[in-house]
Structure formats: C-alpha cells, structure tokens
C-alpha cells in the first residue's frame, strides 16, 4: 500500500500548479485524504485536508488559492495551486488513512514533490 505524489515544479509568483496523489495496493477503502508541507528546518504543516464524503478544509495561508478534491474511484486526491506565492515554496507531502483488503487501518505518507515559487 503507497501513495505516489507528482506534479510539483518550479512556477514564478501568481502562477499555478496541480499535484495529485494516487493510492494503490490491497486497498479497500480510503477515508480521508491530506496535503501538507515543509520547508527546511520547520515542522511539516497542513495545507489542505478532505473527508470520505467530500468535506474540505484549508490552513488559512491558502484560503481562496488552493483547492483540494477527490476521485474515489481513481483513489487519487488533487491539490489545484493557484495564485502562488514564494513562500508557499516548501515539499509537499500526502496523506490518507486507509484500509486494507485484510481490515487492517493504516497512516500512510507519499515520498514527497517539491514545489518552488520563483518571485
């Protein structure tokens, strides 16, 4: 069971980005779904979560710029940056808590994109 982040990059000041994350293995059931970050030297932070049923929500750094939605059936989970900012520059991690085919729940992280704002 892994999550595979992609599509971070290198944008200038007021551009945009959209990262996903897709779960695969023995998977039957993904709940709630994440993106954080983390610059050097700081602790990793919350950018945007969203429940099973579709629920989101936001540190308010990215309010009104990032939008987190879901494709269950892709088991995948999109980060749309828009707007962004040098110091939204940082990696950024997913998350999901899911279950496996033998009931057992499970944290997992991705390995991580790094996304850099050029001002």
């Known amino acids: 069971v892994q999550l595979q982040a992609s599509g971070g990059g290198l944008v200038q000041a007021g551009g945009s980005l959209r990262l996903s994350c897709a779960a695969s293995?023995?998977?039957?059931?993904?709940?709630?779904m994440g993106w954080y970050r983390q610059v050097p030297g700081k602790q990793r932070e919350l950018v945007a979560r969203?429940?099973?049923?579709?629920?989101?929500n936001y540190a308010d750094s990215v309010k009104g710029r990032f939008t987190i939605s879901r494709d269950d059936a892709k088991k995948t989970v999109y980060l749309q940056m828009n707007s962004l900012k040098p110091d939204d520059t940082a990696v950024y991690y997913c998350?999901?808590?899911?279950?496996?085919?033998?009931?057992?729940?499970?944290?997992?992280w991705g390995q991580g994109t790094q996304v850099t704002v050029s001002s």
């Open positions: 969203i429940t099973s049923s579709g629920t989101p």
């Open positions: 293995g023995r998977i039957r059931r993904v709940n709630d």
């Open positions: 998350n999901a808590g899911v279950q496996t085919l033998t009931f057992f729940s499970a944290d997992i």
